[in-house]
Each structure stands twice: as C-alpha cells, then as structure tokens.
C-alpha cells in the first residue's frame, strides 16, 4: 500500500519533471494565463535570449487589468494603457499565443475565463503573472501566481522552479444562513489566522460547509487564499465541479470526457493522510463578515464593534491597528452597520461571476440606489455581461440607478481610471482593501455581494439578513 | 538578471510597519510601463508624496535626513504580502535596497526579490525587536550583509547568522538566473511531456461557446 497522500500531493508528485540534490523541484505547468501587466517584461526577456514560446498550446492570454469599463467604442484615454494593451497584442501575434483581447467575446478577468472555457481543470498545474491565480484551486487544480521572471521561464520552458510548500486544512463544519456566503468563509478564516497565517503553505479547504457551496462559491474563497497567505487553495473537485466542466468550450468529450472524469475521482485527498497544519471553523454560527481595517484580515461580523488598539497586547499590532484606523477615519467601538459609504462595487475575479451578479440583483431588483452613492456594477467576463442582459440583470441594476459597464477588473485594482476620490468610502466585494488599493486616499470595506447591494439601497453598511425574503436568496448558478 | 551579490556595508533604513504590502511598495497606477527600470520613482510613492508631488511632512523614513545611499530596509513583521508584482523588488533596488531584513515575507515577493540580487533575511522575533533597538539608539549603526557565509555582522562585533535556500545562494552570488537552469533540463522536460499528453489545447476549441 501506497502511503495516503492529500490533493496536493498528487498533483505535486504528478508533474515533478527533475529533482536535484540542493535545487529546487523542475514542475511542470499545464496551463499559463497571460495579462496586459506582468507579461511584457517577461517578453522582452525572451527576445533579449533569442527564445521562443515553448508551448503555445498551453498559453493563453486576455487583456483585463487596465481595461476601461466605459463603452468598447470609446478611445482608451490613457496613453500608457493603450501602449500595454498593444503591447500585449504584439507579443502573442509574435510568440502564437492565442489571446482573448478586449473586443473578443471571451475577453475577461484572467480568473473569470479559465473556468468560463473549461481551461481550468481537475489535476492541473496552472499558473499566472496574478497572485489570485489561487482562484483556480476550486476545480481541484494546483493553481498560483507567479513574478514576472517566473513568468519568462514557463514561456520558454513549460517549468517552474518550485521548493515544496507544507500544506495546511481548513475545515469547514455545518451550514450557512441565509444571507451569509462563501464570502464570508473566506474573510471569517483571514481574520482569525492574519494575513500572514498560511505562508508557505497550500490551503485545502474541506467540509460539509464547503461541500455544499457552487463551483463560482468555491472559486471566491479560493481566491482570497493569498489573502492569508497561501500560495495557492485546494477544493477537491466531486460532482459538481464535473457538471460545471461538462460541455465547456475545452472541456474533453466523448470517450476523453469518461476518462477525464474517472482520472479526477482518484484526486480527492486519501483517508488517512495528514497535514501539516489545520483549522475548524463553524459555518453554522458566521455572520456576514466586513473590513475596518486596511488588510483583509482587518474584519469583523458585521454586528461587531470596530476593535480598539488598546485591547491589543502586541505594540506592532497596537501601532497597525491604530495606523489602520486613522486612515479609515474610524473610532474604537463604533458599529461597522451604520458606517456611510459613498461607493459600492460589485465586480472582480472574487465576486464578478454570473451568481454574484443574480445575489446583488436579487437585493437590488425593484429598489433604488440610495441618494449620492455611486454603485458600479462590472461583469467579471464578456459572457458574463452577456448572460446578464440575457437574464434582465442589467436592466434590475440600471432601473436601481447602479452603473452597468464593460468586463474588466476595474476598481479592485483601479489601474484603468474606475477609482475612488480621496477620503471616500467603498463598500466593494473586491479582495484587497490595502491603502489606496482602490484610488489614492480611499477606502474599502471588503464584503459580499449580498452585503454590498444591501449597503447600497441603505447608503450605509447593512445587514443583508434584515432584507425581506432573504431566506430565499440563495446563491443560483455557475452550474 | 542582477550583478553577482556581493558582501557589503550599510546602514539601516528603518520601517516599523507591520504587514507592508506591496500596493505600498509600488501603487498599481506604477504598473502601466512595459519595462523594469525607473520604478525607483513610484516606491512607497503614497507613504512618500502629497498629490502635488511635494514630499510629505514629516518625511517618509526613505527621505529623512542621512538615508539617501542606504542599502539594508529593517521592515515590520510579514513584508511584502498581496500582489505578484515583481515591480516591487524592481522599485526597490532601483532605489538601491539589497537587502531587507524581517520577522517573515510573503512567499512571492521573497521569490520576486530572490532573482532581483535583493536578499530577505529573516530574523527571529527577539534580534527583530533588538535591531529597531540599535537602529533607534544609533542610527548611523553598520551593518554588514555576507551572503557567502549567511552573517549580518553589527556593531559589536556581534553576528546574526541567517538561513537562505542552498540554490538561491548560488543563483545570487553567482548573478545568474534559473532561466538558464531550467533551459540546461531540457532533456527531461521533453521526456516528461513526451510521457504526460497535454491536458488542454488553448488554440483549439473543442465546441463552440
């Protein structure tokens, strides 16, 4: 008998090309997703050595970071942007990469269309220029981001240079509420273990909790892996995942659709094998979680009060917390529900999928955007967008008064002119709410998608659990 | 690809933050440029400037009197989290940092810096708190960064021996980069894809979307 591994293991043991004494493990890469930003250093260093894409096949690139979200046919207005965009263009005409640019109908956040197209699959090594390369860990795939010098060596040679990371359970127990998502797992975990607890590890997320969420659930909390640390997070994949893969664009068929299947049963972490580290959380007794602070592991249930730094008995965390505040314009014990906000943005590779849309349109569907709040509504995908307007979602988030726009990553990152003033607040179902992440001087408060369309119809952080009905907003979709 | 690494003296540039992630180090705005140099003017551009370009007042730490020619940044606990972005070891040592010294680092930035000639070295919790220490006592304190026998050498003759990994050591003090590693395993990586069929054609379709 073989010894039990876990998910990560098989993966790992899998595509293990070489390993020499004293270097670092030769793993090989199934599948490199390519953007505007990290990439065209990475091309210029192939040119420089007189080298060539080595497995185009396995490549694929979109545009998604600097993006405008205004209308396609409007002129890109920033210089710089337009010249990276091109850039990113030229690079795969000339290395053969096949690359989904804005104007193709399956341009995207780089996280959005991997699973949209069935490039993201059970088993697979995959990485990107993008620390939420972790999204992909929802199917199953071992799946991190990468630098840019990294970026340059799969180019040329399908490979990476890996030292084993340890790895690390986060089990998931019991049930949802109504009105609390996987959103709220994942900044629930963040803020107890910080936002350094899982360096150097791969999170596995298990549980019947876990069990029980959608694929586009799953791929939210995977997401925000590198948001506590992790280098990458791990679902098993089981029927659900399957079903969501089935018929995709690069999904096998036929015959190699059975024999794919029957390969991804055997990934599931064996009986018996252990990890490195592990956690319990409860889902049964999590509330619906927002930030305060200006990490993502600044958050609180949303019927808290914002903590004090002088509760904190570190002076490092006293001076954080204390730093944190000062920026956010916030007071020790004051209620998060209440807090004004001037912004909301629903959107990102976190929570810009076709489920977020139909929770926040569920919220919004008959109401109106409170007065003087601007509520920007950006589809993670060009399929996205579409199904939207398939479904009527654009016109419930138009007739609220919510801005409806083009797919992109827009203010997550606020490279492409979507940002907040300075001093405004946001209440974004985005990942980071770092200093000035959002606009130079803003402010975010990270939450659902649910807690976010609630929060704009009150003009104030709302509980979405007050809403008549929520009992019958569940998430729908994403198959 | 960076110059060989070589041992050298410094003062210490002292940043008790905690948690500094890399939106600080360089705002994504600092992104848009397609190459590798010149980042050294967006770093910590927020902690550093107002928006008309003026410094801020009191000066960020990188601007204060005597810390122009520094090369040794002391950060608060967990440096580095959030983006892959390597323009934030790019924007460091374009400002000349080559070594930063913490309790801990974020896994891809510590990767990112790595193969940027910029060395993070971690320091057990109490030699952390005792560097801020010495830093605060006597500012213009020396230390010295070894890389080939793993010592920072302070005043005092005292010696804060460090862990690095075996093959970044040699990539770094070599001033080589694991491109040209990976490139001389080649015959390997051709026997593993000859024996693992590609999981996924990204030019093909199998159906129509």
Request: hydrophobic share 40%; net charge negative; with cysteine.
């Amino acid at each position: 008998m073989t010894r039990p591994r876990t998910l990560f293991e098989k993966i790992w043991d899998d595509h293990v090309v070489a390993e020499e004494p004293g270097a670092p493990t030769v793993l090989a890469v199934d599948l490199h997703l390519i953007h505007e930003v990290t990439s065209p250093q990475a091309f210029t260093g192939l040119r420089n050595r007189g080298l060539s894409v080595r497995r185009p096949g396995q490549t694929v690139a979109t545009a998604d970071h600097s993006v405008p979200t205004h209308p396609r046919n409007l002129p890109i207005l920033d210089a710089m942007a337009a010249t990276q965009l091109a850039q990113l263009d030229t690079n795969c005409l000339e290395f053969g990469i096949p690359i989904h640019g804005m104007g193709s109908p399956d341009q995207g956040i780089v996280h959005v269309i991997g699973p949209q197209l069935g490039l993201t699959q059970p088993g697979m090594t995959i990485v990107c220029g993008d620390s939420h390369t972790s999204t992909h860990g929802a199917f199953g795939a071992l799946a991190f981001g990468i630098g840019t010098s990294e970026v340059e060596m799969v180019l040329a040679t399908q490979c990476l240079l890996q030292r084993r990371p340890h790895t690390y359970e986060v089990r998931v127990d019991g049930r949802l509420a109504p009105g609390v998502s996987a959103k709220d797992i994942i900044l629930a975990l963040i803020a107890r273990i910080g936002v350094g607890g899982g360096t150097g590890h791969v999170f596995e997320y298990r549980g019947e909790a876990i069990r029980a969420l959608t694929m586009e659930q799953r791929m939210t909390i995977c997401n925000m892996s590198i948001e506590g640390g992790a280098r990458a997070g791990l679902i098993a994949p089981d029927d659900a995942t399957f079903q969501y893969l089935e018929g995709r664009p690069h999904a096998p068929q036929g015959a190699a659709w059975i024999e794919a299947v029957s390969r991804w049963r055997t990934l599931p972490s064996d009986d018996g094998a252990t990890f490195d580290r592990s956690i319990t959380i409860d889902a049964s007794a999590l509330e619906p979680m927002v930030t305060y602070g200006t990490n993502p592991g600044m958050g609180i249930p949303i019927t808290s009060v914002v903590p004090s730094p002088d509760a904190q008995a570190d002076p490092g965390q006293r001076r954080a917390l204390e730093r944190a505040l000062e920026y956010m314009d916030l007071q020790p014990g004051q209620t998060i529900l209440g807090q004004k906000i001037d912004v909301v943005f629903i959107g990102s590779c976190t929570n810009g999928r076709i489920s977020d849309l139909r929770l926040a349109a569920s919220v919004l569907r008959d109401r109106r955007v409170a007065d003087g709040v601007r509520v920007m509504v950006v589809p993670g995908s060009d399929e996205v967008k579409r199904e939207a307007e398939r479904e009527g979602l654009a016109e419930v988030f138009r007739a609220a008064g919510a801005e409806w726009r083009e797919a992109g990553c827009s203010m997550c990152i606020a490279m492409n002119g979507d940002q907040l003033a300075p001093g405004q607040y946001a209440i974004s179902t985005s990942n980071r709410n770092f200093e000035g992440r959002q606009g130079k001087g803003g402010r975010t408060f990270l939450a659902s998608p649910l807690t976010a369309a609630a929060s704009a119809i009150a003009g104030v952080i709302s509980d979405p659990r007050r809403l008549p009905g929520i009992e019958a907003i569940a998430p729908v979709g994403g198959r | 690809m960076a110059d060989p690494f070589q041992t050298f003296t410094s003062r210490l540039i002292p940043l008790p933050a905690e948690n500094v992630d890399t939106d600080q180090i360089i705002p994504a705005r600092y992104l848009k440029t397609t190459a590798k140099a010149g980042l050294a003017e967006g770093l910590f551009r927020d902690w550093r400037f107002a928006e008309d370009g003026s410094l801020l007042q009191p000066p960020f730490v990188l601007d204060q009197p005597g810390m122009a020619g520094r090369q040794i940044l002391l950060a608060g606990n967990n440096f580095g989290g959030g983006s892959s972005r390597e323009h934030a070891p790019w924007a460091l040592t374009s400002w000349g940092i080559r070594a930063i010294l913490s309790t801990s680092f974020a896994d891809i930035f510590r990767s990112n810096a790595l193969k940027n000639g910029l060395l993070p070295i971690v320091v057990e919790p109490e030699r952390h708190r005792q560097l801020f220490e010495l830093a605060a006592a006597n500012p213009d304190a020396q230390a010295t960064v070894n890389l080939e026998s793993q010592v920072v050498h302070l005043p005092g003759d005292e010696d804060l021996p460090f862990e690095v990994d075996p093959f970044a050591k040699v990539m770094l003090l070599a001033g080589t980069d694991e491109l040209g590693y990976l490139l001389r395993r080649e015959g390997e990586i051709g026997a593993w894809e000859a024996a693992h069929p590609a999981r996924v054609d990204t030019t093909a379709r199998a159906t129509p979307s």
